[in-house]
């Protein structure tokens, strides 16, 4: 394809000018089972800067999760980087000793986990695991770990925050278990928050105030934030660009804005019909037809072609590569291919595969 090469130079140059606070470049991460090689995250690469939110959407093993073990190497026992590259603030991360990723973990980066109940341990209380946490990764004594549990706890509006120090994690609602992992996250002032489907198992009413309170600390704190989720309102609501993910790779990327209103991605278009909305009268959801791809036999072409109705020849042969598709907008679909050469901006080199 030519006509983007020259504009994807530009971008690439003016982007490298400024060292970004996280740089993930071709990621591979998989998984070694007895039944083959699950190839969870499949060359991924982005950027994030300081005080940005990056989201990352996709159904339930899309790799979202993956990648973000992935960057805090915290993965299974059966799982493994590799090949790729994470740098925080110029440093590489992959291949670090353990040290290393120690003075990471906690301190430049945390994790909320998708269910507050599992992360935390039933058999402590909160002030042990919140003192724990802090004494751990700072230099704070014992009395200094609890005033700054306490002082985190008003800070994401825990009631009673005294007594809550003193309880388990039984006698805690789920928001307010929650609450209590977002506190623990930022109590080392983290440079970056990874939140890992923060509001799943909370109703409705505790996700907008989960939600509020993660905007507000950010906000306030500075902090960076990968947004992990697969509810593309949370997306709208907080996230500055968005990566979508597909079968451990990514198929777009963009602003928010360009995300939503102009999806390029016939994966993207999908999820976007699938979205209950105000103005549908009535009107049924459009699912997503078929099942998500096997890992463990990952087609030669484009992953979503078995599930795509618009799908062409060259999509079950070959996956199409990152093209820009707007201001800040990427895609790797070989529908919009097939757009830009119809409108003249790049000529195909072939024998009518696009067919």
């Not at 500075?222 to 609501?237: F, K, P, S, W």
Request: hydrophobic share 40%.
């Amino acid at each position: 394809m030519k006509g983007q090469d020259t504009m994807s130079e530009n971008r690439e140059q003016g982007a490298s000018a400024k060292q970004p606070l996280l740089e993930v470049k071709d990621l591979h991460t998989s998984f070694f089972t007895d039944a083959g090689e699950v190839k969870a995250v499949d060359g991924v690469s982005f950027r994030l800067d300081r005080g940005k939110v990056l989201g990352i959407v996709g159904e339930s093993g899309s790799g979202k999760s993956v990648t973000a073990y992935s960057v805090m190497q915290i993965l299974a026992p059966t799982g493994k980087i590799v090949r790729g590259s994470v740098k925080l603030d110029g440093q590489e991360l992959v291949g670090a000793d353990e040290k290393t990723l120690r003075s990471v973990r906690g301190n430049r980066i945390s994790i909320i986990f998708q269910d507050p109940m599992t992360s935390l341990n039933p058999t402590y209380t909160i002030g042990h695991q919140l003192v724990e946490a802090i004494t751990l990764h700072t230099s704070r004594k014992r009395k200094e770990a609890k005033d700054r549990a306490l002082e985190m706890l008003r800070l994401v509006n825990v009631n009673e925050p005294e007594k809550r120090l003193k309880q388990y994690p039984f006698e805690l609602s789920g928001g307010m278990r929650q609450r209590v992992m977002i506190a623990m996250a930022l109590a080392c002032e983290p440079d970056i928050l990874i939140a890992d489907e923060p509001t799943t198992a909370l109703d409705v009413t505790i996700q907008a105030q989960i939600l509020e309170l993660m905007a507000d600390l950010q906000k306030k704190l500075g902090m960076a934030i990968i947004m992990i989720t697969h509810d593309l309102g949370v997306v709208a609501q907080m996230c500055d660009e968005v990566i979508v993910m597909y079968a451990g790779s990514i198929c777009e990327r963009g602003t928010a804005d360009a995300i939503f209103y102009h999806p390029a991605h016939e994966y993207t278009k999908g999820l976007m019909r699938s979205i209950p909305r105000d103005d549908d009268n009535g009107e049924r959801l459009q699912p997503i037809s078929g099942t998500p791809i096997d890992l463990l036999n990952m087609p030669a072409g484009c992953p979503f072609a078995p599930r795509c109705d618009r799908a062409l020849k060259i999509c079950l042969t070959r996956r199409a590569e990152e093209m820009w598709v707007g201001e800040d907008h990427i895609s790797s679909c070989w529908m919009n291919v097939k757009d830009l050469a119809a409108q003249g901006v790049i000529t195909l080199e072939g024998d009518g595969e696009h067919e």
